[in-house]
């Protein structure tokens, strides 16, 4: 796939633009850094790409077709179909435990979704948390696993409807550097099976994992 950026713009107030003439090309199977000081608009670029905020001007094109032909019900599925998220805070439900938090995309799932295909569902969930190794923590709650872990939880769920596209926005923010070279070569090997990998990091030590690096500049 292509993600093609073109003259991207964003201003929240209408006069201070975050981003401006923000053009760029993400491909599948690469792994892109994006890097920068903060405040330089990193996440509000993510949250755009991700569909989760409006761009102000520009166009981004996904195979072709601009994004902006959706609509909002379209974009809703793209969301959790063709994009997976990974925060810095995790952001996994208290309430639910692992296997339910992973679960918890696939109700739009044309495969998965519907109370007939729960059994379907936790299969699957169970595959991506065998897969990052946490399996046996399935029937945990969040609080009941350390930092690393949480964002392996994230991980999978972001996977869970095997989106061709993976955005994190400082993934291993919150966690210690022996997690953070995990989850940076969890996101490798993803990239390495074909996925776009997009990954915000103050970090400098993702660029052993990165095919490029996007250094954000003030607008
Ligand atoms: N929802 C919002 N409303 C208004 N201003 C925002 C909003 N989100 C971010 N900003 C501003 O946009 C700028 C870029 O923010 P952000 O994209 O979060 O930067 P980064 O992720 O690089 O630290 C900052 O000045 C921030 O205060
Ligand atoms: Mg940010």
Do not use: C, W
């Not at 107030?13 to 053009?23: A, P």
């Not at 679960?103 to 007939?116: C, F, L, R, T």
């Not at 923010?173 to 022996?178: H, M, Q, S, V, Y």
Request: aromatic share 8%.
């Amino acid at each position: 796939m292509k993600l093609e950026i073109a003259d991207l713009a964003k201003t929240y107030n209408g006069k201070d633009y975050v981003l401006k003439d923000f053009n760029y090309t993400f491909e599948s199977g690469k792994f892109y850094a994006v890097m920068g000081p903060s405040g330089v608009g990193k996440s509000t670029l993510l949250h755009i790409l991700g569909l989760l905020d409006e761009k102000t001007s520009g166009e981004i094109r996904l195979d072709g077709v601009p994004l902006a032909l959706q609509g909002e019900e379209e974009r809703a599925d793209m969301r959790l179909m063709t994009f997976g998220f990974v925060f810095q805070e995790f952001f996994l439900n208290p309430k639910l435990t692992v296997l339910e938090n992973v679960m918890v995309p696939m109700h739009i799932h044309p495969e998965y979704s519907g109370k007939a295909n729960r059994e379907k569902k936790r299969q699957r969930a169970r595959e991506l948390l065998r897969q990052f190794h946490i399996e046996e923590y399935e029937d945990r709650y969040p609080s009941e696993l350390s930092g690393g872990e949480q964002q392996r939880v994230g991980i999978a769920r972001a996977l869970a409807n095997n989106p061709e596209i993976i955005l994190a926005d400082e993934p291993t923010g919150n966690l210690d550097e022996k997690n953070e070279e995990n989850i940076f070569e969890t996101l490798k090997t993803l990239a390495e099976s074909g996925k776009m990998v997009i990954v915000i990091s103050h970090n400098d030590a993702v660029k052993d994992y990165a095919d490029a690096v996007l250094m954000l500049k003030k607008a």
